[in-house]
C-alpha cells in the first residue's frame, strides 16, 4: 500500500451515546460544510425553484452541455442569477462539457424496446436508423478501442440511475469492422433526452473537447464569465492543458478547470490530473461501469485522500439516485453520503436527482442534512494531524510553503482555542483554498477583496469570480469586501466581524482567528509576509 493510503486514518468520532442520536439539532444557524452543486435541468429552471435551491443550500449550479442548445442554458442562468439577487446568495457557474462522450444518433419517436438475450447489433455508420437491432453510434470507427468479444458496453439515458428499466447491459460477442455485435444482458425500453454508451476499457482517442464544446465555451461561456469548466472523460494532463489554452485564447484566463475522473486511463493518471486541475470531480456513475463492484469503494479512497493531500477540492456524485422519484434515500445512499463526509469530500454534486428529480429542493435539504450530521462526528484534529505527519512536519517547514504554512498555523491556532470563527482576507481564493485543505472544525469566512490586474492592454477586475470559485471548497463561506481599494484592514475586519455577528456565525466573547497580510490586510498578496492573529469579538469594535 503506497504513502497516500497508509497515512490515511479513520476520521470518525461517534456520538457520545445512542440517546443523543436522537436529541434534535439546536444549532441550525450555520450551513453544512460541505458544498453542493445541482444539474439544472427541466425540474430546476426556474426562478422560483433556483431561489428554493439556493435557500436550501445550493452553492454550484451546473449546465451540462451534453444536451440542450445555448439558448436554453442561457435562459435557466439568467433565471439563476435573477434568484441569486433575490435570495442575496452566491452560487458558482459551472460548464459541463460533453467530451468524447458517445451518444446513439438518429433516434425514433417512440423508445426502443430491447428484450434479454436478443442481440443488439452497434454500428458506427451514421446514416442509419435506430432500432431494436441496430444502433447507430457517434463514434467514428471501433478500429483502436480494444473492443473484442467479451467486452461490456452499457447503454442508457443521460444521467442514468441505475434503477431504471431505460438502460441495457450488452456483451460482445463479435467485432465486424465498424460493427460490434452484442448480446443483451436485461430487457429494458431505451427513452430520455439523450441515450449515452459506455464501453468498458476504451481507450476512447476523441478531442477531449468537442466541436459543440468549443462553440459552448468560445461563445456562451465568454459572454457569461463562466466559474468552472467541468472537463468529461478527462485522461492526462494534456487535456487539462488542451482546455487551459481554449479558456486563455477566449478571455476567461480566472475560469478554473475540473477535471472529471470518469473512465480508467483518467483514474490510472489522475495523479498527474489532479496536478494538472484547479478542481476534481470524481463522477461515479460511469466509472463503475469500467470498474468492478467490489473495487468501486478502493478507487474512491484513494483519490478523495490524494486529492485532499493535495488541497485540490473535490466532489463526488450519484449519491441519492432513489429521490429521482421518491422523497426520501435509501438507508445505504444516507450512509453512502456520510461517509464521503467523514472520507474528506468536499462537496456533493446531484445529477437526475435535480435534473429531472421530483423532489429536487427535498433533495438538497436531506443531502446537506446528512453532511451537516456526518461533519459533527469528523475528527477535525485528527484529520490535521494526519497531514501534518504526511508532511513529516508538527512546526512550520519548508516542505508546505510559506503561504501554506500560514494556513495550517491558522488552523492549529483555531483548534487551541476554540475558536468560532476563521477569517481570511484573499484576492485569488488560493489562501482560502488552503486553510480549507486542513478542514478545521471552525467556518471559514473568507473575505474576497476585489483587484485590478494588467495584462498591457486591458485592465481586469478580480473579485466577483474568485468569490463564487471559493463556493468549492468544504467549509469556506466567501463574501465580497468594500470594492473601495483605499479601505485600509481594520475597517475590512470590522465589517467581517459584523457580517459574522448579522448570520450568527459568532457572539460577543467569542474567540475568532484571523489571517491577514500586515501590509496590505490581504493574505494572499504577498506570500513572504502574513500573520495570523487571534481576537475576541467583546474586545474588537463592531459596527452597528
Known amino acids: 500500500m503506497d504513502s497516500v493510503l497508509a497515512h490515511h486514518t479513520s476520521f470518525f468520532h461517534p456520538p457520545k451515546s445512542f440517546l443523543s442520536i436522537l436529541e434534535e439539532d439546536k444549532d441550525l444557524r450555520v450551513p453544512a460544510s460541505t458544498k453542493l452543486g445541482c444539474t439544472l435541468g427541466p425540474q430546476t429552471r426556474t426562478v422560483e425553484v433556483l431561489e428554493q435551491l439556493l435557500l436550501a443550500g445550493m452553492t454550484v449550479a451546473r449546465f451540462d452541455f451534453s444536451w440542450g442548445s445555448m439558448d436554453y442554458h442561457q435562459e435557466t442562468l439568467d433565471n439563476l442569477r435573477i434568484a441569486m439577487r433575490n435570495t442575496k446568495r452566491l452560487c458558482c457557474t459551472m460548464l459541463d462539457t460533453m467530451g468524447p462522450e458517445i451518444i446513439v444518433l438518429n433516434r425514433p419517436e417512440l423508445p426502443i424496446s430491447l428484450t434479454a438475450g436478443q442481440t443488439l447489433t452497434l454500428t458506427c455508420d451514421k446514416s442509419v436508423a435506430a432500432s431494436a437491432s441496430?444502433?447507430?453510434?457517434?463514434?467514428?470507427?471501433?478500429?483502436?478501442?480494444?473492443?473484442?468479444?467479451?467486452?461490456?458496453?452499457?447503454?442508457?439515458?443521460?444521467?442514468?440511475?441505475?434503477?431504471?428499466?431505460?438502460?441495457?447491459?450488452?456483451?460482445?460477442?463479435?467485432?465486424?469492422?465498424?460493427?460490434?455485435?452484442?448480446?443483451?444482458?436485461?430487457?429494458?425500453?431505451?427513452?430520455?433526452?439523450?441515450?449515452?454508451?459506455?464501453?468498458?476499457?476504451?481507450?476512447?482517442?476523441?478531442?477531449?473537447?468537442?466541436?459543440?464544446?468549443?462553440?459552448?465555451?468560445?461563445?456562451?461561456?465568454?459572454?457569461?464569465?463562466?466559474?468552472?469548466?467541468?472537463?468529461?472523460?478527462?485522461?492526462?494532463?494534456?487535456?487539462?492543458?488542451?482546455?487551459?489554452?481554449?479558456?486563455?485564447?477566449?478571455?476567461?484566463?480566472?475560469?478554473?478547470?475540473?477535471?472529471?475522473?470518469?473512465?480508467?486511463e483518467g483514474l490510472l493518471n489522475s495523479v498527474e490530473v489532479m496536478e494538472a486541475a484547479d478542481a476534481v470531480l470524481l463522477s461515479r456513475g460511469n466509472l463503475g461501469?469500467?470498474?468492478?463492484?467490489?473495487?468501486?469503494?478502493?478507487?474512491?479512497?484513494?483519490?478523495?485522500?490524494?486529492?485532499?493531500?493535495?488541497?485540490?477540492?473535490?466532489?463526488?456524485?450519484?449519491?441519492?439516485?432513489?429521490?429521482?422519484?421518491?422523497?426520501?434515500?435509501?438507508?445505504?445512499?444516507?450512509?453512502?453520503?456520510?461517509?464521503?463526509?467523514?472520507?474528506?469530500?468536499?462537496?456533493?454534486?446531484?445529477?437526475?436527482?435535480?435534473?429531472?428529480?421530483?423532489?429536487?429542493?427535498?433533495?438538497?435539504?436531506?443531502?446537506?442534512?446528512?453532511?451537516?450530521?456526518?461533519?459533527?462526528?469528523?475528527?477535525?484534529?485528527?484529520?490535521?494531524?494526519?497531514?501534518?505527519?504526511?508532511?513529516?512536519?508538527?512546526?512550520?517547514?519548508?516542505?508546505?510553503?510559506?503561504?501554506?504554512?500560514?494556513?495550517?498555523?491558522?488552523?492549529r491556532a483555531a483548534a487551541k482555542i476554540n475558536a468560532a470563527l476563521i477569517i481570511v482576507f484573499t484576492v485569488t481564493g488560493q489562501t482560502a483554498r488552503l486553510v480549507a485543505k486542513y478542514k478545521p472544525a471552525s467556518p471559514i469566512l473568507t473575505v474576497v477583496c476585489p483587484d485590478i490586474k494588467s495584462d498591457g492592454l486591458k485592465w481586469t477586475l478580480m473579485g466577483e469570480v474568485q468569490a463564487r470559485q471559493c463556493l468549492l471548497y468544504r467549509g469556506v463561506l466567501p463574501i465580497m469586501a468594500d470594492p473601495d481599494f483605499s479601505l485600509p484592514g481594520g475597517a475590512i475586519l470590522d465589517y467581517a466581524i459584523s457580517y459574522a455577528k448579522q448570520a450568527g456565525m459568532v457572539k460577543s466573547g467569542d474567540k475568532v482567528v484571523v489571517s491577514q497580510c500586515p501590509r496590505t490586510g490581504y493574505s494572499d498578496v504577498m506570500e513572504e509576509a502574513g500573520v495570523v492573529k487571534l481576537i475576541t469579538v467583546d474586545d474588537h469594535l463592531v459596527p452597528k
Open 134 to 264: 441496430t444502433l447507430p453510434i457517434s463514434y467514428p470507427s471501433l478500429a483502436g478501442t480494444g473492443l473484442a468479444p467479451g467486452s461490456q458496453v452499457f447503454v442508457g439515458q443521460y444521467l442514468f440511475t441505475g434503477s431504471e428499466t431505460s438502460s441495457v447491459y450488452l456483451t460482445v460477442q463479435e467485432v465486424r469492422g465498424d460493427e460490434a455485435v452484442c448480446t443483451c444482458n436485461n430487457s429494458c425500453v431505451l427513452e430520455g433526452l439523450a441515450l449515452t454508451v459506455h464501453i468498458a476499457h476504451m481507450r476512447n482517442e476523441a478531442p477531449i473537447l468537442a466541436d459543440t464544446d468549443l462553440a459552448a465555451i468560445r461563445q456562451w461561456g465568454s459572454v457569461n464569465k463562466i466559474d468552472y469548466v467541468s472537463v468529461s472523460f478527462t485522461r492526462n494532463a494534456a487535456d487539462i492543458k488542451v482546455v487551459r489554452q481554449v479558456l486563455d485564447s477566449c478571455g476567461l484566463a480566472q475560469t478554473r478547470v475540473m477535471a472529471k475522473i470518469e473512465n480508467m
Open 289 to 411: 461501469i469500467c470498474l468492478d463492484a467490489e473495487k468501486m469503494f478502493l478507487a474512491q479512497k484513494k483519490l478523495l485522500r490524494a486529492c485532499n493531500l493535495a488541497g485540490k477540492p473535490v466532489m463526488v456524485t450519484r449519491v441519492v439516485d432513489t429521490m429521482t422519484d421518491a422523497p426520501r434515500p435509501t438507508r445505504a445512499e444516507a450512509t453512502d453520503v456520510a461517509n464521503l463526509v467523514l472520507d474528506g469530500a468536499d462537496g456533493i454534486l446531484l445529477g437526475s436527482e435535480t435534473f429531472r428529480g421530483k423532489y429536487p429542493v427535498q433533495t438538497v435539504q436531506t443531502v446537506l442534512a446528512i453532511c451537516k450530521q456526518a461533519e459533527l462526528c469528523f475528527d477535525n484534529q485528527s484529520y490535521y494531524r494526519s497531514l501534518m505527519e504526511y508532511f513529516g512536519c508538527y512546526t512550520l517547514h519548508p516542505n508546505l510553503g510559506k503561504r501554506e504554512a500560514l494556513a495550517s498555523s491558522a488552523v
